[in-house]
């Protein structure tokens, strides 16, 4: 960085005053530290000046925090009125020093700083020659210059800490200074930035718009759409679409590409679903299934040595798993295999059912085959006890029968507690059932419930419920409505998919939030959000929770007295209760949240639990498992037939 050329002096106190070439023209952060340092140590740094009209006077143009420091001594009989303070004479550039050292020393307010890069930029210099003076990037002066070229009205908003930088950088969404100014006038003072920016972008689309997801933003660029970048966004791709009829003319065109190929295979009818899969269940419920054709014992033979290959393969990928031409030579094989038996629809089947395509909640267009119009509700059938047994044997009493297949359940229950595959797929599937449809009965007694934590929280478009409820439709719009199919749906499951269905059913029993859990049931949900490491802030917003509203005036100083400092909380204390929800919450967003959001159990809880104070519930039974399995209590009538 290339600094004027400058000459070291002395100058009385008194002959010194401020330039208007000082860049900090917004009030300066405290001097304390500088009132006491001075008179014990001096002035370590040198004020930097420039020549005036006035014989033997000078102007400061850097070191105006300096300059009051000592002018507060001198007033307050410290040092002398002429105290002699070393100066630099500043010959060239004085304006570019100033912004130089106020930028590299103690903080100057930033709308100062967005005033003297656009002197310097009005200059005659580019922006690279400005960052370049200044030791910062490109990108730094060009965020400067955006922030400076916003209304007046918001800047000196900003100025007098009005609105906070976030608010400034939303107002940067636009150009247009009319429309800065008729949302400024529009909003109040503590309006949050995510506000701001959706007053601005009204009838614009956002990038993460499932439509601009599936036409992708380079297509509809090129088609010659507008799009209006946010240059202050957190993750750098913030951006919104300002042409809704081109991206729907896109967004048509290209779903009916996708779905040209499909009407092809002669389905009855092929459909868009624009409100996902979840608003036609209702209608489709029924569903055929496609068959794998049958191998010949030839094709049999060649399936069963591409396997033995893709296995040897297999094993090489793991010991070499960066190998990327070994891993292309193992999918390439794999979907051979695939290929030999693929999944066929009968055409009678295709002739009857309907092809549905909808969004998933990830944002992925997903094509749903075979569907068909629910059937009517068929009246239960008669229920008629056998006379006999599957051989034809007459059967023996009641209680003789509940005792055979109480051993029979024995048998099943030894078989699938040494089969994991077949047990995962049992356990999914009874979930399934408990929160699918919430009337089947299933033979295990697992008793799953969907805990509704929705039903305690007032803000129902919160990011969290909205992902789970997602999942939920997405997974019970996909699997089948008949009883039977369901089972065989979930038999015949990959486990990686079973596993995805457990972790949702799981999710959707948590219960962190009831009224009269107990300790263990509290402290085992901070478990489970420790393991899973859960921040409250990947999911949520102050913002979101419309919290101070519902807290006492206390409660929300108290919360701006930790982020902001008790000096903020005391400016802001006389504010009217809703006044100062709104301010609070503009101010905090993004930086505070409850403490209750970060955990479950109270230390009493946790106490408890390192104390081992819980009760046995089992406490005083004398029973053991194996006693369920005995049958050492046969009736009279029993014993009776076995003689």
């Known amino acids: 960085m290339t600094i004027a050329e400058t000459e070291t002096f002395m100058v009385p106190l008194n002959k010194l005053t401020i330039s208007e070439k000082n860049v900090r023209k917004t009030n300066a952060a405290d001097i304390d530290d500088l009132l006491a340092s001075i008179p014990v140590h001096g002035l370590i740094q040198n004020l930097n000046v420039e020549q005036i009209e006035k014989a033997g006077h000078f102007a400061v143009v850097a070191g105006g925090r300096r300059m009051r420091a000592l002018k507060r001594l001198a007033k307050e009989k410290v040092i002398a009125k002429d105290y002699p303070v070393k100066c630099s004479l500043v010959k060239s550039d004085a304006e570019a020093l100033s912004l130089a050292e106020n930028v590299i020393r103690a903080p100057m307010h930033p709308a100062d700083q967005f005033d003297a890069f656009k002197q310097q930029i009005d200059a005659g210099k580019s922006i690279e020659e400005t960052a370049d003076a200044f030791g910062v990037s490109a990108t730094v002066v060009k965020k400067r210059m955006k922030l400076a070229a916003v209304a007046p009205e918001i800047m000196k908003a900003f100025r007098k800490d009005e609105i906070d930088l976030n608010a400034v950088a939303a107002y940067t969404l636009s150009d247009d200074q009319e429309r800065q100014r008729a949302v400024f006038k529009a909003l109040s003072r503590g309006a949050a930035s995510w506000q701001i920016k959706k007053a601005l972008t009204d009838g614009n689309v956002p990038l993460s718009d499932k439509r601009v997801r599936f036409v992708t933003l380079e297509a509809y660029e090129a088609a010659g759409g507008g799009v209006i970048r946010d240059l202050f966004a957190e993750r750098g791709d913030e951006a919104y679409l300002t042409d809704a009829a081109l991206l729907d003319r896109l967004f048509a065109e290209k779903i009916e590409a996708v779905l040209e190929p499909v009407k092809a295979e002669g389905w009855q009818d092929v459909l868009y679903a624009p409100e996902g899969y979840y608003s036609i269940s209702e209608k489709y419920r029924g569903r055929v299934y496609p068959t794998r054709r049958e191998l010949s014992p030839e094709e049999e033979q060649q399936q069963q040595a591409m396997i033995e290959e893709l ?187 079973l596993l995805d269905h457990l972790a949702l059913f799981m999710a959707l029993s948590l219960d962190g939030f009831a009224q009269y859990g107990s300790a263990e049931q509290r402290v085992n949900a901070d478990q489970i959000a420790e393991a899973l490491d859960t921040k409250p802030e990947r999911w949520m917003t102050l913002s979101d929770l419309d919290y101070f509203a519902r807290t006492p005036k206390a409660h929300i100083l108290a919360a701006v007295a930790k982020v902001k400092g008790k000096d903020r909380a005391d400016n802001i204390a006389t504010m009217k209760k809703a006044d100062l929800a709104e301010r609070a919450t503009a101010e905090l967003d993004g930086q505070w949240l409850p403490a209750a959001l970060s955990r479950f159990a109270s230390d009493a809880d946790i106490e408890r639990e390192k104390a081992g104070a819980y009760d046995d519930p089992f406490e005083g039974e004398d029973e053991d498992l194996a006693d369920d399995f005995t049958a050492d209590d046969l009736g009279e009538d029993d014993q009776g037939e076995e003689e």
Request: hydrophobic share 45%; proline share 5%; with cysteine.
């Open 311 to 497: 296995d040897a393969l297999g094993v090489e990928v793991e010991a070499d798993p960066d190998n990327e031409e070994l891993a292309a030579k193992w999918q390439e094989l794999s979907d051979r295999i695939d290929a030999m038996t693929p999944e066929i629809y009968q055409p009678e089947d295709v002739a009857k059912s309907v092809t549905i395509a909808c969004f998933d909640y990830a944002g992925n267009l997903t094509i749903h085959r075979g569907l068909t119009v629910k059937n009517g509700s068929a009246r239960a059938a008669e229920k008629v006890m056998p006379s006999t047994d599957a051989d034809g044997i007459p059967l023996a009493s009641a209680k003789l029968q509940t005792e055979l297949a109480a051993i029979r359940t024995a048998a099943v229950a030894a078989d699938l507690a040494a089969n994991t595959s077949v047990a995962l797929a049992v356990a999914v599937h009874t979930m399934a059932c408990k929160l699918f449809t919430r009337y089947r009965s299933t033979a295990c007694q697992i008793d799953v419930t969907d805990a509704r934590p929705s039903g305690q929280i007032r803000n129902k478009d919160m990011r969290p419920l909205a992902f789970l409820a997602g999942q939920l439709e997405e997974k019970r719009a996909a699997a089948p409505q008949n009883p039977a199919d369901l089972w065989l749906y979930f038999a015949g499951m990959p486990q990686a998919n």
